[in-house]
């Protein structure tokens, strides 16, 4: 059954997807340079910086807080295709190889969101960007230990399920902030 979450989440990741796609025809596959330790810093820049700004209340940079949500989205759905690529090394890869695994990604990750939304009832909602900007926070520290760790946990989920928790939550902060309700540029 198709719910209000799953169609605003799917205009969000569809405004992803086209500014992804944009971007790898403008700039090709550069990112396949990156080793996922740097992707994860590169989030984490992101992340700081949306919080950096909720803390202050302001910004001096013109780049608004909507576009470092689409970036963390972006930049976790690239650090899951290097992880699902990681015996290709090829450095430039068609948009169209691409295309299949950044869907599968958004698919899993969206059928995670529904079963978490199903048990929880839909509690962020009532949760504060603020908040889940900190919860992202929180994932990206927890990467960062597990790739310190060389990949290794005894208990925890891996690397890949804490990218998408912070794909489901930066959605759920640009539904909240209406992102998904402005006309594209």
């Known amino acids: 059954m198709e719910t209000n979450t799953s169609n605003e989440y799917k205009q969000v990741i569809a405004r992803c997807k086209d500014l992804f796609s944009k971007k790898t025809l403008d700039y090709g596959t550069a990112w396949r340079i990156l080793r996922l330790s740097s992707i994860t810093d590169q989030i984490f820049i992101k992340a700081q910086r949306i919080r950096s700004i909720q803390e202050k209340g302001s910004q001096k940079v013109n780049d608004p807080i909507l576009d470092e949500f689409v970036g963390i989205i972006n930049y976790c759905l690239i650090a899951?295709?290097?992880?699902?690529?990681?015996?290709?090394d090829r450095m430039e890869i068609p948009y169209s190889e691409l295309e299949s695994i950044y869907d599968h990604w958004t698919e899993t990750t969206r059928g995670l969101l529904e079963n978490k939304n199903h048990d929880y009832g839909e509690a962020w909602r009532d949760m504060r960007v603020s908040s889940m900007t900190d919860i992202i926070l929180m994932k990206l520290f927890r990467v960062k230990q597990i790739e310190d760790n060389q990949g290794q946990t005894i208990v925890s989920?891996?690397?890949?399920?804490?990218?998408?928790?912070?794909?489901?939550?930066?959605?759920?902060?640009?539904?909240?902030?209406?992102?998904?309700?402005?006309?594209?540029?």
């Open 157 to 185: 989920e891996g690397i890949e399920a804490n990218y998408q928790d912070m794909i489901n939550y930066s959605v759920f902060c640009l539904i909240k902030l209406g992102y998904h309700k402005i006309e594209p540029a």
């Open 80 to 88: 899951l295709i290097q992880i699902s690529l990681r015996d290709d």
